[in-house]
């Protein structure tokens, strides 16, 4: 076919042009709105404690490092309490559900919930990271129990 | 050893910039021989980094624990398999097996430079050279696999035990070689741009590298998704982590790319947009491995690194320099492929480009994911994290919209389709989705997003039967033939749009499974004595007892469980959870009874301790249709594939 007898008129191409921007907004409208409510911040324990009241109510995200001898596991009721320790500054936590795999003394964790009035923080999602020196690697995830939906 | 083997990198480093040269020099002279000395150098550079892998595997297997990573991957005890599968266990072993895939590539895309159109060869064969030159200088500085320790340590770390499993031997090599196979789109694309070429000469041969590239990085995806079901233990097989999204958007803007690709074949439609999109999925192979090994982005999952990585330099600096040279050549080339035809409102071509914004829509939306922490690090100084449920909204309603588009585009005809045909022609699909809401209304299923989404599919299902029964019909009529005959006949002669109708129904079936394992999903934790039983959905578990076995490199601790259903017994599981002496901490193993209806997962939370265990019991549904229509996808591609099978014209 050749290129010249083809030759697109103008107000085709508007058409075309048009309807493809239409379904582009939508797509970038529907990305941006789901942004709404799904957001969590990443806080250090001193921002979280700086934060005061305000944070008491917002989903945050906090790191350090497992203290040892804080931790303390009660298979039967699920319920998981520790210290993460970052720096002088160290958050008690609360946690229930699994104990994941690499949960011990010195292990990375991150943990993601609410921190409450009492300065205890109640996690609802624990993760680890391996020690570096197994670089290549798996680190188990638990989640809280989700309320079930369905049945 | 090792030394010979880090020559041999050396040796690649430097066949490939002497070809990169000597076939810019032949493009630019038009002499035939220099491109064949390029030619010649860039196999001495393959057959070098074949030598490296080669040897690494030497060492591994003779254990010399003087090289860095053989320390590091291997320890005597460990199985045969897994001290192949150690190969691209770490990161410079798994840098050197996708430079060992894509020198596969490139030998045989050498050996088939006589299916490409006149002029173009001599620059695909200069940026070949240049992503060859590009690996191997990696393998030199940032990512030698052959680093010697000054002595030699009496034993190896070895693997880590999570990464002993089936799905982790093949789930790197295979998704590596999709993003191998991806180079040769984008170099076609490239030698396109920069010679002017807009023929469609050579798009039949693309089409299969293309579809090849879709298949293996489709299958790498689904197969780590596998990995992680039935090793990992949390009882899900995709969490949304970075590591794990990055290599999804290739694959989105790489489905993308096909069905332009395909439609190009029949029509000259979108090609500049075709070109964009086969660079970006090149591209975004690339920052997936910046996300999983740079240590730039957050990692939830199975961060490799820590801290930003020395590659991760080298990985952006490749990035943003073939984006921007990508880009100009775009900008230069921006009157060339301008054949753009009419597209009408309702036609294949225009439901076409509505796919086409959605899947690089979605893909947008999993790159925004990745990056948002970083952007709002830089907009509001912290660093702002997006939830899973913030995909799940995304993808909800514009995997919908695709499910709905596969429905009507195969009845949508080229250039132009009347509203009245289509819609006696969505007859059939309309009644048959109304059809199973009712019936799984009936069955009890009141979740309204469930009951939707599957009348969706069966929308798109029934449209795609139903047009293959209509064409099996017609041959048998035309041809006199009976309909098996005609079945097997015209699969014959039309393996291609077969194999595409395969591969839809695949995509089907996993969105069934997806959709039935995220909306129908039953959890349990419970703390069980000998004898006490837990019931979940409509099973029942029974504790029966635990062994305790000491074995090398690790201790097991294996739950017997007897599982009924209603009061009927139908079975034992056995999840364990192990503990690893190298690593010193348990890893669980879980037990999974799978039927066509729904699994039931258990994994062991924490051996027997004053004579309880603690058990997380999972019931999921529909899971086995993802792995199914994995199958099912697999299949649909070779048929698709197959030699003979591009002689029809018929596309999508």
Request: hydrophobic content about 50%.
């Amino acid at each position: 076919m050749s290129i010249e007898k083809q030759h697109i008129p103008e107000p085709k191409r508007w058409h075309l042009l048009t309807g493809g921007a239409i379904v582009a907004l939508v797509i970038a409208y529907l990305i941006l709105s789901s942004l709404q409510g799904t957001t969590i911040y990443a806080l250090t324990i001193s921002e979280l404690r700086a934060r005061g009241p305000a944070i008491y109510t917002q989903p945050v995200r906090v790191s350090g490092t497992v203290d040892g001898n804080s931790i303390f596991w009660d298979a039967s009721t699920f319920t998981l309490r520790f210290n993460l320790v970052d720096g002088e500054e160290v958050l008690p936590v609360i946690y229930r559900g699994t104990r994941p795999d690499m949960f011990r003394d010195g292990a990375q964790a991150l943990v993601e919930g609410k921190y409450q009035r009492s300065g205890v923080f109640e996690a609802t999602k624990l993760l680890l990271k391996c020690p570096s020196k197994y670089e290549a690697a798996a680190t188990m995830t638990a989640e809280h129990p989700e309320p079930t939906s369905g049945k | 050893m090792a030394y010979i083997g880090y020559l041999a990198l050396l040796l690649a480093l430097l066949a490939s910039a002497y070809c990169a040269m000597a076939s810019t020099w032949g493009a630019y002279t038009g002499r035939q021989k220099w491109v064949e000395r390029g030619e010649n150098a860039l196999l001495v550079g393959s057959a070098a980094i074949f030598l490296a892998t080669a040897i690494l595997l030497h060492l591994l297997l003779s254990r010399d624990f003087q090289v860095q990573y053989v320390y590091a991957h291997t320890s005597s005890y460990q199985p045969t398999l897994y001290v192949f599968s150690a190969l691209w266990a770490g990161q410079e072993g798994s840098f050197l097996l996708w430079a060992l895939l894509y020198s596969a590539v490139v030998a045989i895309v050498v050996r088939q430079r006589r299916h490409l159109p006149n002029g173009l060869w001599p620059h695909m064969l200069t940026i070949f050279a240049v992503i060859h030159f590009f690996f191997a200088l990696l393998l030199v500085t940032v990512q030698n696999p052959f680093l010697l320790y000054p002595v030699r340590p009496m034993e190896g770390a070895g693997i880590l035990p999570a990464l002993e499993n089936p799905g982790m031997v093949i789930h790197p090599p295979v998704l590596f070689l999709g993003y191998a196979v991806y180079s040769v789109p984008f170099a076609f694309t490239m030698a396109g741009l920069i010679t002017g070429q807009v023929q469609p000469t050579g798009l039949s041969w693309l089409r299969r590298w293309s579809l090849m590239a879709w298949l293996f990085l489709g299958l790498g995806i689904l197969i780590g998704a596998w990995w992680a079901y039935v090793e990992l233990g949390w009882g899900g097989y995709w969490a949304w982590d970075p590591v794990e999204s990055a290599s999804l958007i290739p694959w989105l803007t790489g489905t993308a790319y096909l069905h332009l690709l395909l439609a190009q074949e029949r029509q000259a439609i979108f090609k500049r947009w075709t070109a964009t999109l086969a660079i970006a999925t090149f591209l975004l192979c690339f920052f997936g491995t910046l996300v999983t090994r740079g240590g730039i982005i957050v990692s939830d999952l199975h961060g490799f690194a820590q801290s930003t990585q020395p590659i991760a330099y080298y990985l952006i600096g490749f990035i943003l320099v073939v984006a921007a040279l990508s880009v100009a050549l775009l900008y230069l080339r921006r009157d060339l492929p301008r054949d753009e035809q009419e597209i009408e409102p309702l036609s294949r071509e225009s439901s076409l480009l509505i796919t086409n914004l959605l899947f690089v829509g979605l893909g947008i939306a999993v790159l925004l994911g990745i990056v948002f922490p970083h952007i709002s690090q830089i907009v509001w100084g912290i660093r702002i994290f997006l939830d899973s449920s913030f995909y799940n909204r995304v993808f909800a309603p514009l995997a919908c919209g695709l499910i709905l588009l596969l429905g009507i585009c195969p009845l949508l005809g080229w250039r132009k389709s009347s509203p009245q045909k289509l819609l006696l022609r969505l007859r059939i699909p309309i009644a048959s989705a109304f059809a199973l809401g009712v019936l799984l209304f009936a069955l009890g299923i009141r979740h309204l997003y469930a009951l939707f989404s599957f009348a969706l599919i069966a929308f798109a299902a029934s449209t795609i039967l139903g047009e293959l029964v209509h064409a099996f019909a017609t041959r048998s009529r035309l041809h006199a033939e009976s309909l098996f005959t005609a079945i097997a006949s015209s699969h014959r002669s039309n393996r291609r749009r077969y194999g595409a109708r395969l591969v839809h129904l695949a995509i089907l079936l996993i969105a069934m499974g997806v959709i039935g394992s995220s909306l129908y999903k039953t959890e349990t934790s419970v703390s069980l004595a000998r004898g006490e039983t837990a019931t979940i959905q409509n099973y029942t578990l029974c504790y029966e007892g635990m062994e305790v076995i000491p074995e090398a490199g690790r201790q097991r601790h294996i739950a017997t469980l007897a599982v009924y259903r209603g009061s009927s017994y139908i079975g034992t599981l056995k999840p364990e959870k192990n503990w690893y002496w190298n690593i010193a901490n348990y890893l669980t193993e879980v037990a999974i009874r799978t039927t066509l209806v729904d699994d039931l997962y258990v994994a062991l939370d924490w051996p027997e301790e004053n004579g309880r265990a603690t058990f997380r019991i999972y019931v999921y549904s529909l899971v086995i249709w993802i792995w199914i229509g994995g199958g099912l996808l697999l299949l649909g591609t070779l048929i698709a594939l197959w030699p003979g099978a591009d002689r029809t014209s018929e596309t999508i």
